[in-house]
């Protein structure tokens, strides 16, 4: 679930300054450092081009297996 940019990326540079985890490089913004990326999906949000995606089979495949769990609204707790 690593965010890749595709056509449209107009080499803003804005989803290098706001990735939260510095997975982004500037000097190659199409791809994210798997390693480091931790699939919070801010690039994608914050894209003025709507250029940042990720991949349509995996999206799929996750949003599958999660629809069980995520079928019913939970209340928000806290752990302290
Ligand atoms: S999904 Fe989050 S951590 Fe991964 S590249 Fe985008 S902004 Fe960075
Ligand atoms: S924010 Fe979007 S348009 Fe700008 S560099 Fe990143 S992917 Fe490209």
Do not use: T, W
């Not at 989803?15 to 801010?42: F, G, Y």
């Amino acid at each position: 679930m690593v965010p890749k940019a595709e056509d449209g990326c107009n080499q803003c540079g804005i989803c290098v300054k706001k990735c939260p985890a510095e997975a982004i490089s500037l000097n190659h913004v199409q791809e994210a450092d798997e390693k480091k990326c931790i699939s919070c999906m801010r690039c994608v949000v914050v894209c003025p081009a709507g250029a940042r995606k990720i991949n349509a089979a995996a999206a799929a495949a996750v949003a599958q297996k999660i629809e069980k769990a995520c079928s019913v609204r939970k209340r928000n707790e806290l752990y302290c």
